[in-house]
């Protein structure tokens, strides 16, 4: 860790400069003659998925960070969380380079990602506790009890024992969850917790991350389509558009500014103003 990370704001946890993402993909031609030309001289598509992002992120907010599909929110966490090294910029989480991955850097973070599992398909989430607490370097005692205490609190203490196959999307979700808040990390990234659930399942799981974030005051980043989960539990607003913040604030300065016509009316839509104020961004950008 270099000089940069010693001097970090003692609130601030997360920092990023001009923090850009470019992917390129190989444009393969039509027809046998120009692919075998194409070995030799190859044509590619650039997109860019995050561009020259600068913001900063105190420590024990909930930051909602919302976007269209592709709008770089993906990226972003990946980026942060060291899944993925940015093309251009810089950052900082805790003051070290995610990409980097210190050991010590992952033992204070943690990442979920909606659609995939971390947990292991084929045994049960009780034996995939295990080898996280091994892999965390946890003592086994404490970590069995946190999970219990999680699972009381998840209300999914019975399923525990079962094959993560076997279990519901929304049961998954909560072993996942669990999983994730294992080695009580400084810093979760949380991409889609909610997707595919049913309405009782999505107030379950939002209700125990307020609780939780009360409780251990955790530095939470939350993508989410489900407008609810942002207005509930977001204490801060990130908009992102064709990779770029558009929007930094809280929901409420967000609902009275961005849509004088809409703010206006004392039923205003939260997701309808997201919406309305997305489409215009897209269009200038």
């Not at 992120?57 to 770089?72: F, P, R, T």
């Not at 379950?204 to 942002?230: C, G, Q, W």
């Not at 039923?267 to 961004?281: A, G, M, S, W």
């Amino acid at each position: 860790m270099d000089a940069y990370a010693n001097i970090i704001t003692m609130s601030i946890v997360i920092e990023t400069h001009d923090l850009s993402r470019e992917y390129k993909t190989y444009q393969k031609p039509e027809g046998v003659m120009n692919s075998l030309r194409g070995i030799f001289k190859r044509e590619y598509n650039s997109k860019i998925a995050l561009d020259k992002t600068t913001l900063t992120i105190e420590s024990g907010k909930i930051i909602g960070l919302v976007g269209a599909n592709g709008a770089g929110k993906t990226t972003l966490l990946k980026i942060l969380s060291g899944l993925v090294t940015p093309t251009s910029g810089d950052a900082r989480v805790l003051g070290f380079k995610p990409w980097e991955r210190n050991y010590e850097f992952l033992r204070q973070i943690s990442i979920l990602l909606g659609q995939k599992n971390q947990l292991w398909w084929d045994i049960s989430p009780v034996d995939s506790y295990a080898l996280l607490a091994r892999i965390y370097d946890l003592d086994v005692t404490a970590a069995r009890k946190k999970v219990n205490d999680l699972a009381e609190m998840l209300q999914c203490a019975h399923v525990l024992n079962t094959q993560l196959r076997r279990l519901s999307l929304g049961e998954r979700m909560k072993m996942e969850i669990i999983g994730a808040l294992l080695h009580d990390p400084k810093i979760l990234f949380l991409d889609e917790p909610t997707i595919g659930l049913d309405i009782v399942a999505q107030e379950n799981i939002r209700n125990f991350l307020a609780n939780y974030v009360k409780e251990k005051e955790p530095t939470v980043i939350l993508t989410s389509h489900y407008m609810d989960d942002i207005a509930t539990l977001a204490d801060r607003l990130l908009l992102i558009s064709k990779g770029n913040i558009v929007y930094q604030g809280t929901v409420d300065e967000f609902v009275l500014n961005s849509n004088s016509e809409l703010a206006q009316d004392e039923k205003v839509d939260f997701e309808e103003v997201i919406r309305r104020f997305l489409e215009t961004e897209s269009r200038i950008r």
